[in-house]
């Protein structure tokens, strides 16, 4: 699998080195002071387009949106099963 890097793509490409929730304020509060994370959020007001991921599903139970309890381990198998979470970025890469 190739990474973001080895997109064919015709525009920036950045990455947020944060997690999209957090357990707290105060822990949103410290991403948003690191400079890695502030200057992104910058940049970003000037986007045009944002994707989101929730990372990979496909991993089963070491998926973060298992272990965090944001969704079942069946909900978890059935859409990776189905490559819901594929499909639809593949619609929004083309």
């Known amino acids: 699998m190739k990474g973001i890097s080895h997109l064919d793509a015709s525009c920036d490409v950045n990455l947020v080195p944060a997690p999209l929730r957090v357990s707290s304020k105060a822990v949103a509060d410290v991403l948003y002071k690191e400079d890695s994370v502030s200057?992104?959020?910058m940049a970003s007001s000037s986007a045009d387009?944002?994707?989101i991921s929730i990372g990979s599903v496909a991993q089963v139970e070491k998926a973060t949106m298992h272990q965090t309890g944001y969704i079942s381990l069946g909900e978890?198998?059935?859409t990776s099963t189905?490559?819901?979470s594929r499909r639809h970025f593949g619609l929004l890469l083309r």
Do not use: H
């Open 39 to 41: 200057d992104v959020l």
């Open 49 to 51: 387009i944002a994707v």
């Open 76 to 78: 978890q198998k059935s």
């Open 82 to 84: 189905k490559r819901g």
